[in-house]
């Protein structure tokens, strides 16, 4: 297991935000899957990840009358993981994918280098 703590959400100034969902440890090494999960005031949150060979899965779960932003590591690679219709882009930064997304559980897919 990598040793690092999840991160959990922390409010925003709006109670309709969480600024950061749960963070599982990061995709290093050998590690296959990780999750975390988090109670907020309105509800679980959660976020996991799972990879099998170039494949990564990121599953977050976001809490209800809430909206969130998600993070995708690329793992050096610059192509745009395949995501929820209504998942919003924002863009790339820090070599993470984010979008922003509303109450419910969203499924995030793509390929590692």
Do not use: C
Not at 8 to 14: A, F, N
Not at 81 to 100: S, T, Y
């Amino acid at each position: 297991m990598v040793p690092r703590e999840p991160r959990g959400p922390r409010p925003d100034r709006r109670l309709d935000r969480v600024r950061d969902p749960p963070r599982p440890a990061a995709v290093v090494g050998d590690v296959t899957r990780a999750a975390a999960t988090y109670e907020t005031p309105r509800g679980h949150a959660a976020s996991s990840w799972r990879r099998a060979g170039r494949k990564l899965r990121l599953d977050v779960t976001v809490p209800p009358n809430t909206r969130a932003r998600v993070e995708y590591p690329l793992l050096g690679g610059s192509a745009r993981p395949k995501a929820p219709q209504e998942a919003r882009w924002i863009g790339v930064q820090n070599g993470r994918a984010v979008f922003e997304v509303g109450s419910g559980d969203w499924t995030f897919e793509g390929s590692v280098s």
